[in-house]
């Protein structure tokens, strides 16, 4: 089994993601099988209970896992589903240790973190590389090297290293080179400092990803191998990209692929990027452009809505379209109206919960409807535009959601029964994959081609079942029900060009060459839309 362990230095937010990404997206354009596991150093059992302010989007899983948002781009980059046990913690950790120690296993040793953490961390890693059945396991470190929080995993990587071997484990470490306005130059001397802390550690980097908005010059390289003790080879530029998808180009162009596949001593076919490359030549020509407004609360961290921003990137390679996202905060509509959403062609009201915001996209909902824009509402957008219709169309004034208005005297969006008796909030939602079945004939079975889909939930609250034959009587359609035929999970008007809800969560299984049916419907009907109008814009 061959480990590559990426780390980060200087600050966060460099791009360790997308890095670990496209390294394991090299690998296995050489045939190789390969997974990828991120370490987060947070106390947090999971991301479930975080504010997307604290970490961007809540990604979930197929097997409902709640996990951070990078978990996404490896799925993502490599069209694979990965576990709830790709995601290691620092409270999984020590969860799993302080229970052993609970129940006498440690044989009345002390428990320390030398050995006891890093060998529960060392066990997690290896058992994902062995039920994975995979060549490479690429495995991202969450933080930047100096953190307290990362210190034990740090030492849990050096002692793979020391166990398994230099040819079995490779280190990459990402790293900033900064550029002073002022002279111009691109300084190297925090990626000195950031491998002196690491080698501190007792871990040498046998690459360094330097990251900077140009490609590093030959001057730098020099200097960054001749200081850290790099070979020149192994020093990488990691300079701004059009897309994230053309970073796994931009390092094999420079022998990335080649110099980690002979160090680690591999043998793979040669690079097929074929079909890689056409996704990005589609993406960077379009023949078109629409203009598709996010409504959300938010919307001031754009990671939090990350998966549609990629949902709506597959969709527009695909259609050889330029999308333009407009971010709306759902507050300012509350406040000002909705005079932000004229112009666009389609309207995305993503998932979320609480009543901040939630008036807002419920008059974002109304306007698609009246002024028949195409829309697509997800989860908790998918169930604000039932309290719409019932609150314009049925003629409930207060109709909401109990999450939102307990009293409530039309109560459309209740609490799941099986949620009824939940008192803790991590890890207790609908979640992960479920069974939902199409209607034949409906809107939703001509997008998806398939009377049986499976799609990722999380969700406390549904649509009301007392609510529903009123609802379809006077035109709101659900097209899409669970086994029991009971919950609801996809709904569309017939007396609309394009208006669509779903349940369920699709961006989570957007792909860059297979792209999410609804997202895609929802720019190939803002197309419509567009020119419909007469829109040349």
């Not at 996202?325 to 004229?342: A, C, H, P, Q, V």
Request: charged share 25%; proline share 4%; aromatic share 8%.
């Amino acid at each position: 089994m061959k480990y590559i362990i990426v780390t980060g230095g200087v600050i966060s937010g460099l791009g360790k993601g997308i890095t670990t990404s496209s390294i394991a997206k090299i690998l296995q354009a050489r045939g190789l099988k390969v997974t990828a596991i991120k370490i987060d150093p947070y106390l947090n059992y999971d991301a479930g209970t975080m504010n997307p302010y604290q970490h961007g989007e809540v990604f979930v899983l197929e097997d409902g896992g709640e996990v951070d948002l990078d978990l996404g781009n490896y799925e993502r980059f490599l069209d694979a589903n990965l576990t709830f046990d790709h995601n290691i913690t620092t409270g999984k950790i020590y969860k799993t240790v302080i229970e052993r120690e609970r129940k006498g296993e440690y044989l009345g040793k002390t428990v320390q973190i030398i050995p006891h953490i890093t060998e529960e961390i060392k066990r997690r890693i290896k058992k994902i590389a062995i039920e994975s059945n995979v060549d490479v396991v690429v495995i991202e470190v969450g933080g930047t090297v100096g953190d307290i929080e990362s210190m034990p995993f740090l030492e849990a990587a050096r002692e793979l290293w020391l166990e398994e071997g230099s040819r079995n484990v490779l280190f990459v470490h990402t790293t900033l080179i900064p550029v002073l306005d002022v002279v111009g130059e691109q300084k190297t001397k925090p990626t000195q400092h950031s491998v002196k802390e690491l080698r501190s550690l007792g871990i040498q980097p046998d690459i360094i990803i330097g990251r900077a908005k140009e490609y590093l010059n030959d001057d730098t390289r020099r200097k960054i191998s001749l200081f850290c003790s790099v070979p020149y080879e192994a020093v990488i530029s990691a300079p701004d990209a059009k897309s994230i998808y053309e970073v796994p180009l931009i390092f094999e162009k420079q022998g990335l692929g080649e110099y980690i596949m002979g160090k680690l001593q591999l043998w793979g076919e040669p690079p097929e990027w074929k079909e890689w490359k056409k996704f990005l030549e589609n993406l960077y020509n379009p023949k078109d452009e629409v203009t598709i407004a996010i409504v959300g609360k938010y919307v001031h961290l754009r990671d939090s809505y990350i998966s549609h921003r990629e949902s709506l990137t597959h969709a527009a390679s695909r259609l050889k379209v330029k999308i333009n996202i407009k971010w709306i905060d759902s507050e300012r509509i509350e406040e000002n109206g909705t005079e932000e959403l004229k112009g666009v062609h389609g309207i995305l009201i993503p998932g979320g919960f609480g009543k901040r915001g939630s008036e807002g996209k419920i008059l974002a909902a109304k306007y698609a409807r009246e002024h028949k824009i195409p829309f697509l509402g997800i989860c908790f957008g998918f169930q604000l535009a039932v309290v719409e219709f019932a609150r314009s169309i049925l003629g409930y004034e207060d109709a909401n959601s109990t999450e939102l208005s307990p009293a409530t005297s039309a109560p459309v969006i209740d609490l799941l029964p099986e949620q009824r008796n939940i008192n803790k909030l991590g890890g207790t939602m609908r979640l992960g994959a479920q069974k939902v079945i199409i209607e034949k004939g409906s809107l939703a079975y001509n997008l998806y081609r398939s009377e049986v889909i499976y799609e990722r939930h999380r969700h406390r609250y549904e649509v009301n079942p007392d609510y529903i034959d009123e609802l379809e009587k006077k035109g709101m359609h659900f097209s899409g029900k669970d086994e029991s035929g009971v919950r609801m999970e996809i709904f569309e008007f017939r007396n609309h060009p394009f208006y669509i809800g779903s349940q369920f969560h699709p961006e989570f299984k957007s792909r860059p060459l297979r792209p999410s049916p609804l997202h895609l419907a929802l720019v190939k009907y803002a197309l419509k839309y567009k020119k419909s109008n007469g829109d040349s814009s």
